[in-house]
């Protein structure tokens, strides 16, 4: 449940770092544990991968 | 805490409730105001034409003959009666009467209803009967005058020695169509007060009927907006004592406080993602 979601931070972190991986927690308005605990739905991973694009 | 009166409710209720108040007053005056003009009008306007229509079933050459102290004649009853005969089929008529203008602008009575029934009656009560040529006091001259050259109705109701009434005139034509008298036709402005009265009441009953269902509405409006506000506010207020790890409300209205709380959502994401940050570091074998 949420690995892939979670996965998500760890992409961010090697885009930009720290600044990236909060930029994605406030654009998906998840934080890394919120993600984990998330389902890994084809909605969910739609917001990773469109808050992913924008960092 | 915000006090009540600091409330956006509170103000946005009152704010409200003043702009309806206003726009509600100004209506009910205003309409109540052309409601009298137009009531008044459409008096004028009967008056105006039942007094030319009694008017020109009267002998204008008759009325010409009559002089002081001819009320023992019998063209003077047989005008009476008539002028009798058609104001007993309108109940808004008070007096009838028919007046000539002098050579002096004084105006001088002709036959007047308001007389006793026979000749005998007016002899026996000399001191109140109007009798031919008898000068009308304080007359209103100039709308006898516009009487004289054509149907005419007082502008308002006018208050005389016998009452308050509206005064329709009209020319009383002989037979080579020259205007010798004119007559005179009080109606009872009871009847203008009663529909005007009429009309402010129902006017008055609609306008607060109007502002009581705006102030529901409004008071349903402003307290959903306040509600949601509220909830955001408590987060705020959580967060503010330190205390991050809050519910954010779910709000389904896409407006500007769907936008805050989305917003909202946004920064405990961050506050949360930096604190778990900084706990996984500081743990023991952190990063």
Request: without cysteine; aromatic residues 8%; hydrophobic residues 40%.
């Amino acid at each position: 449940m949420g690995q892939i979601l979670v996965s998500y931070f760890k992409k961010a972190e090697e885009k930009g770092g720290i600044q990236a991986q909060v930029k994605l927690a406030m654009i998906t308005k998840m934080s890394s544990i919120k993600a984990q605990e998330a389902p890994d739905s084809p909605e969910n991973i739609k917001i990773f991968e469109e808050a992913l694009a924008q960092l | 805490m915000v006090k009540w009166y600091q409330s956006l409710q509170t103000r946005l209720t009152i704010s409200f409730l003043l702009l309806i108040s206003a726009i509600a007053l100004g209506t009910f005056f205003y309409t109540v105001n052309e409601g009298k003009k137009a009531i008044t009008e459409q008096m004028r306007e009967e008056l105006m034409l039942t007094a030319n229509v009694m008017a020109s079933q009267l002998d204008g050459d008759i009325l010409a003959s009559l002089h002081e102290g001819d009320e023992f004649k019998d063209e003077y009853w047989q005008i009476d009666d008539l002028l009798e005969k058609m104001r007993g089929d309108n109940e808004q008529i008070i007096y009838t009467y028919t007046m000539r203008i002098n050579t002096d602008d004084s105006v001088a009575f002709v036959v007047d209803t308001d007389n006793e029934e026979t000749y005998a009656d007016i002899q026996k009560n000399l001191d109140e009967a109007v009798l031919i040529d008898m000068v009308y006091e304080d007359a209103p001259v100039d709308e006898i005058k516009e009487g004289l050259k054509g149907p005419y109705a007082t502008e308002e109701p006018y208050t005389d020695e016998w009452g308050t009434f509206m005064t329709g005139y009209a020319p009383i034509l002989d037979s080579e169509s020259n205007a010798v008298a004119v007559l005179g036709v009080d109606f009872d402005i009871s009847t203008v007060k009663e529909k005007q009265d009429f009309l402010s009441s129902r006017i008055y009953i609609i306008i607060a009927g109007a502002i009581s269902a705006a102030t529901l509405i409004i008071l349903y409006f402003s307290s959903t907006i306040i509600k949601d506000l509220n909830k955001i506010t408590k987060v705020a207020q959580e967060v503010s004592k330190g205390n991050p790890n809050v519910t954010i409300p779910e709000i389904k209205t896409k407006s500007e406080i769907y936008e805050l709380n989305e917003g909202m959502k946004s920064v405990l994401a961050a506050v949360e993602f930096l604190t778990e940050n900084v706990q996984s570091k500081s743990a023991p074998g952190g990063k």
